[in-house]
């Protein structure tokens, strides 16, 4: 299986993922990031921590940047 590196950045910080996992594809890979993001998220409102600007840039073994996602991407839509 390929893995894939979970990579986190916003605007005045990155922070890289070492260590990466085994997924099936990419859709699983988006799949985990958006739990991911959601958990973190809660984390951050949790501690009273901002939660904009913030997103995974997923990439594989290669370096190769396959997908990139906000986090606000992952909140449900305002109606």
Do not use: K
């Not at 950045?9 to 922070?15: A, G, W």
């Not at 594809?25 to 600007?53: K, P, S, W």
């Not at 990139?68 to 991407?73: K, Q």
């Amino acid at each position: 299986m390929p893995r894939y590196f979970f990579h986190i950045r916003s605007p005045d910080m990155f922070m890289p993922d070492e260590v990466g996992i085994e997924l099936r594809d990419l859709d699983a890979a988006r799949a985990a990031a958006i739990q991911g993001a959601r958990d973190i998220m809660a984390e951050n409102l949790r501690a009273g921590r901002g939660v904009d600007h913030q997103r995974f840039e997923i990439c594989d073994e290669a370096g190769n940047l396959d997908l990139v996602l906000t986090f606000r991407d992952v909140l449900p839509a305002s109606e």
